[in-house]
C-alpha cells in the first residue's frame, strides 16, 4: 500500500504564488506515475499535471500550462506543485495521486492512489 499527504494549501490573492507538496510512504518504490488533480464542489475531478516518476517526464492541463511546475525531490519521497500567477478559477481543492503504473492519463480513473487533498483558494 501507498499513503499519500497533501500541504501547502491555504489562500492567497490572484496573481499569487503556492508550493503544495504530497508526501509518500509506504510502498512507494512501486510508483511510476505521480499526479496533482483538483475539484471544486460539484464539479468532476479535473486534472492539472502528472509526472513519471523514475524518468521525470511531465505534462500538464492547458489551463495551468506556463503557470504551474510539477517536480519530485526523490530522496524525501516528495511530489511537488509550484503554483505562480493564480486566478480565482484555480480555487479547489488539490489532491495527490499514484499509480504503479507508467501512465499517459489525465483520468482520475486511472489512479490507484489518492491523497485526503489540500484546500487552495484564490480570492480575486
Known amino acids: 500500500q501507498v499513503q499519500l499527504a497533501e500541504s501547502g494549501g491555504g489562500l492567497v490573492q490572484a496573481g499569487g504564488s503556492l508550493k503544495l507538496s504530497c508526501l509518500g510512504s509506504?510502498?512507494?518504490?512501486?510508483?511510476?506515475?505521480m499526479a496533482w488533480f483538483r475539484q471544486v464542489p460539484g464539479k468532476e475531478r479535473e486534472f492539472v499535471a502528472a509526472?513519471?516518476?523514475?524518468?521525470?517526464?511531465?505534462y500538464y492541463s492547458n489551463s495551468v500550462k506556463g503557470r504551474f511546475t510539477i517536480s519530485r525531490d526523490n530522496a524525501k519521497n516528495l511530489l511537488l506543485l509550484e503554483m505562480n500567477n493564480l486566478q480565482p478559477e484555480d480555487t479547489g481543492v488539490y489532491y495527490c495521486?499514484?499509480?504503479?503504473?507508467?501512465?499517459?492519463?489525465?483520468?482520475?480513473?486511472?489512479?490507484?492512489?489518492w491523497g485526503p487533498g489540500t484546500q487552495v483558494t484564490v480570492s480575486s
Open positions: 495521486a499514484a499509480d504503479r503504473r507508467q501512465l499517459w492519463s489525465r483520468s482520475h480513473g486511472n489512479y490507484d492512489y
Open positions: 509506504g510502498r512507494t518504490g512501486d510508483i511510476l506515475t
Open positions: 509526472m513519471w516518476w523514475t524518468v521525470g517526464n511531465s
